[in-house]
């Protein structure tokens, strides 16, 4: 039978949710319980991400004697990020762990953090999101319903390939690269000198492995788990972007806590962050353990500065707006700790 309006077959996704939502958390609470946030990832149990917000939960009991706390729905439950962006904004969420990516549509000041080769270390880039530059981003998130808490590691993006080794963007040349379908990637890419090949991520190693691309780029273990190095076996260590995740909250929700509780969960969220990056970091060094003693051939680039220069073009594309290039500028203006 054809939905119409009104019909329950016609109930939007996310009033849904909304409601499975609200109704587990009253279930959960009973009334006496603490008042369980409720979060949305889409990494499985285990990940780094999914284990920072637990830790988050854990330290909020702590610090509010019992009353607040943190459910997470991890593995993608309640749909894709944009998904759960929707129905984060309209508050019936409370907190949404998501990639930087899909806010550029939100906000589009929150392309900066994927700029290519902004940051000079990871160091750089953890000091620079979790100082004023990072916040001076997440805040302009609050006009859209959102409020930024923290920011969790996503990892060093490099290329490889299944031709040669990368040390200079003339090696980078003729080769034809995977990019996500985002048009400031593809304009990284080409910059270079290689020819950009938007792509799903799930048609990646069968086009490598049938010559249709010659490489891709992401960290060591995105590079692991899709087995993109049996047939791309050399690692460049660009480290072109280093694009975060982030831990939100719904504009809804923080509006409803007293400014004791606000400083509370911003806490909680800010001391979530070293635990997260420790399994991230142990997670990425096994990643490349593994990987080195299968075969796989690292190198660095010999000259990152090259490729810094060949992106002005893009930084003049993508960096228009005087508080991008205010940020962008005091970004680069940081020493590295």
Same mark, same amino acid.
């Given at each position: 039978?054809?939905?119409?309006?009104? $019909?329950?077959?016609?109930?939007?996704?996310?009033?849904?949710?909304?409601?499975?939502?609200a109704?587990?958390?009253?279930?959960?609470?009973?009334?006496?319980g603490? +008042?369980?946030?409720?979060?949305?990832?889409?990494?499985?149990?285990?990940?780094?991400?999914?284990?920072?917000?637990?830790?988050m939960?854990r330290?909020?009991?702590?610090?509010? /004697?019992g009353?607040?706390?943190?459910?997470v729905?991890?593995?993608?439950?309640?749909?894709?990020e944009?998904?759960?962006?929707?129905?984060?904004?309209?508050?019936?969420?409370?907190?949404?762990?998501?990639?930087?990516?899909?806010? /550029?549509a939100?906000?589009?000041?929150?392309?900066? %953090?994927?700029?290519?080769?902004?940051?000079?270390?990871?160091? $750089?880039?953890?000091?620079?999101?979790?100082?004023?530059?990072?916040?001076?981003i997440?805040?302009?998130?609050?006009?859209?319903?959102l409020?930024?808490?923290?920011?969790?590691?996503?990892?060093?993006?490099?290329?490889? /390939?299944?031709r040669?080794?990368?040390?200079?963007?003339?090696?980078?040349?003729?080769?034809?690269?995977?990019?996500? /379908?985002?048009?400031?990637?593809?304009?990284?890419?080409?910059?270079t000198?290689?020819n950009?090949?938007?792509?799903?991520?799930?048609?990646?190693?069968?086009?490598?492995?049938?010559?249709?691309?010659?490489?891709?780029?992401?960290?060591?273990?995105?590079?692991e788990?899709? +087995?993109?190095?049996?047939?791309?076996?050399?690692?460049?260590?660009?480290?072109h972007?280093?694009? %975060?995740?982030v831990l939100?909250?719904?504009?809804?929700?923080?509006?409803?806590?007293?400014?004791?509780d606000?400083?509370?969960?911003?806490?909680?969220?800010?001391?979530?962050?070293?635990?997260?990056?420790?399994?991230?970091?142990?997670?990425?060094?096994?990643? +490349?353990?593994?990987?080195?003693?299968?075969?796989v051939?690292?190198?660095?680039?010999?000259?990152?500065?090259?490729?810094?220069?060949?992106?002005r073009?893009?930084?003049?594309?993508?960096?228009?707006?005087?508080?991008?290039? +205010?940020?962008?500028?005091?970004?680069?203006?940081?020493?590295?700790?």
């Amino acid at each position: 039978m054809a939905s119409t309006p009104g $019909h329950p077959a016609a109930i939007t996704r996310r009033a849904a949710v909304t409601g499975g939502l609200a109704a587990s958390a009253l279930a959960g609470c009973g009334g006496a319980g603490p +008042r369980m946030l409720l979060s949305s990832d889409t990494h499985p149990v285990g990940y780094p991400t999914v284990a920072a917000v637990q830790e988050m939960g854990r330290l909020l009991l702590e610090r509010t /004697n019992g009353r607040m706390g943190v459910r997470v729905y991890a593995g993608g439950q309640l749909g894709a990020e944009r998904d759960t962006l929707e129905i984060t904004s309209f508050g019936g969420l409370d907190l949404n762990r998501v990639f930087m990516s899909p806010l /550029n549509a939100i906000e589009p000041d929150t392309t900066i %953090p994927s700029l290519p080769f902004l940051f000079r270390s990871k160091e $750089h880039m953890r000091s620079a999101l979790d100082g004023a530059p990072g916040r001076a981003i997440l805040d302009r998130l609050e006009a859209h319903g959102l409020v930024g808490l923290c920011y969790y590691d996503s990892g060093e993006r490099s290329f490889y /390939n299944a031709r040669r080794p990368i040390y200079s963007p003339e090696d980078m040349k003729g080769l034809k690269i995977r990019t996500p /379908n985002s048009d400031l990637s593809v304009a990284m890419i080409n910059a270079t000198g290689a020819n950009a090949t938007p792509m799903d991520l799930g048609e990646v190693y069968q086009s490598l492995v049938q010559g249709v691309i010659d490489g891709a780029e992401n960290n060591w273990p995105s590079f692991e788990s899709g +087995r993109h190095f049996e047939a791309a076996p050399y690692f460049s260590l660009t480290r072109h972007t280093m694009t %975060p995740e982030v831990l939100l909250m719904a504009k809804a929700r923080w509006d409803k806590l007293s400014s004791a509780d606000r400083e509370i969960v911003m806490a909680c969220a800010a001391d979530s962050v070293p635990f997260m990056r420790k399994l991230w970091d142990e997670r990425v060094a096994a990643s +490349r353990e593994r990987l080195l003693a299968a075969g796989v051939k690292e190198n660095e680039v010999a000259d990152r500065e090259a490729f810094v220069r060949l992106m002005r073009p893009v930084y003049d594309q993508f960096v228009t707006t005087p508080f991008q290039k +205010r940020i962008v500028s005091d970004i680069e203006a940081m020493a590295t700790s």
